[in-house]
Structure formats: structure tokens, C-alpha cells
Nanobody, 121 residues
């Protein structure tokens, strides 16, 4: 009922920047928290950043000061601006969105398919 489409991943050199986007579509009545999680090879998926419907943000310590999460409520879109990227940021980045389904008023917790970010020279 709710689909997420991510874009913006790719190969970048250390110190470079990338901007990830995630668009939510489907039977959406409202969106609550939106976030980005990441999974490096051999590791579990973990938090990168989240943002509430009121704009309150939360970041993993490892990305504070380098990553910025934002959202456009009119477009049901969440962004992750990543600056000063490091090789240890290499991972598959997953978008996560929670909210309420239109019509049924049930809650949803949707995940994107993931987009690969590779930081290497």
C-alpha cells in the first residue's frame, strides 16, 4: 500500500558529498517519523538519522556534523545530505517511513529497497 523509492547513491571519493532522496507514495493519510538507516558489509543495519513530523532530528554519533536530514512534507520526501564522506560511510542506505494509511487508518512502517553508497579513491 505504501511504496518508497530511493535515489542518489553512487561512488564518491573521500571528502566528497552525496544527497539521497526517498519518495513515499500510495495510500498515505499522514507521515510521522522518517529516517535513514545503513548497513555496511558484515554489519547489522543501524541508524544514520531520523526526523519527526515536527522537524526534530536525531543522528548517529558517527555522522553528526557531516550529515543533514530534511523532509518536504508536501512531496512526502526525505533527504539525506552527506558531506565530508569517509570510507567507513560505505554501506547500503535504507529509507524508513512510518505513518497512517488512508482509508484503513492503520499504521504502516515501510522500508525502501536500499541504495548503495561507496566512498573510495
Amino acid at each position: 500500500q505504501v511504496q518508497l523509492v530511493e535515489s542518489g547513491g553512487g561512488l564518491v571519493q573521500p571528502g566528497g558529498s552525496l544527497r539521497l532522496s526517498c519518495v513515499a507514495s500510495g495510500s498515505i493519510f499522514s507521515i510521522d517519523a522518517m529516517g535513514w538507516y545503513r548497513q555496511a558489509p558484515g554489519n547489522q543495519r543501524g541508524l544514520a538519522a531520523t526526523i519527526t513530523s515536527g522537524g526534530v532530528t536525531n543522528y548517529a554519533d558517527s555522522v553528526k556534523g557531516r550529515f543533514t536530514i530534511s523532509r518536504d512534507n508536501a512531496k512526502n520526501t526525505v533527504y539525506l545530505q552527506m558531506n565530508n564522506l569517509k570510507p567507513e560511510d560505505t554501506a547500503v542506505y535504507y529509507c524508513n517511513v512510518g505513518g497512517v494509511v488512508g482509508g484503513t487508518w492503520s499504521h504502516f512502517d515501510a522500508w525502501g529497497q536500499g541504495t548503495l553508497v561507496t566512498v573510495s579513491s
